[in-house]
């Protein structure tokens, strides 16, 4: 202790070594059950000693080079930015899934297939281009009908009533009996030919809880 040290500084002191100490033993006796490359899940915050988070960064192979050839060496999937430096793995916003080789998504370490969203392509919805068969078919029907018109011409005289066609738009003179404009009504329904379905992207993520993962990187 120093001259200028008091007992209660020295006491604190020697505490943070004591806890220091106990944090490395802890340490060094729970990952005698893991190897370099394993992966677990954790709820901290952060990665404790002997094991680096999931996050992609890129660290020296000389700096952990237990983890550099767990991971493959210079033959690594998970990224080999240059000749001295190597990746972890990056599960940032990812979820793990088993490697299988028969499926061509899975079949390589450090893939990272998937979307957080997606939009529809005509192959995958039921909405696809199509048409109807055109129209309705035609119909040819004349409508011949009349108006009777009653006339009052009390002081006597000619009378006469002007009335537009529906067919012909020409005016028809009435002169007191009654008269007919015959109109053809022949007509269809176009039924329009319909393009695919797309839409905007639609959220694609599971029900999820963010922790996160870590990486032991050997003795």
């Known amino acids: 202790m120093s001259k200028t040290q008091r007992p209660d500084d020295q ?20 990952n005698n059950n893991f190897l370099a490359g394993d992966i677990k899940a954790t709820a901290r915050p952060s990665a404790p000693i002997g094991w680096l988070m999931c996050d992609g960064t890129a660290y020296l192979r000389t700096q952990y080079p237990e983890l550099f050839t767990a991971l493959g060496g210079a033959a690594s999937t ?5 000749g001295t430096t190597f990746n972890v793995p ?17 079949d390589v370490l450090g893939e990272a297939p998937g979307a957080k969203a997606h939009v529809l392509i005509p192959n995958e919805t039921a909405m ?19 108006h009777t018109i009653w006339l009052m011409n009390n002081g006597g005289g000619a009378v006469s009533v002007w009335y537009v ?40 993520i599971q029900p999820s809880l963010v922790i996160n993962y870590m990486i032991y990187a050997g003795a």
């Open 11 to 30: 006491f604190r002191e020697e505490r943070l070594i004591k806890d220091r100490l106990r944090e490395l033993e802890n340490a060094i006796s729970a």
């Open 78 to 82: 998970y990224g080999l930015p240059n």
């Open 90 to 106: 990056n599960l940032k916003g990812k979820v793990p899934v088993g490697r299988d080789a028969a499926q061509i998504e899975f």
């Open 165 to 204: 066609g529906l067919g012909t738009g020409s005016p028809f003179r009435h002169d007191g009996s009654s008269f007919a404009d015959a109109t053809d009504i022949n007509h269809e329904h176009a039924i329009p030919t319909e393009a695919a379905v797309n839409g905007a992207a639609h959220n694609n």
């Open 128 to 146: 696809r281009a199509h048409s109807h068969g055109g129209a309705t078919g035609s119909m040819n029907r004349s409508n011949p009908h009349s």
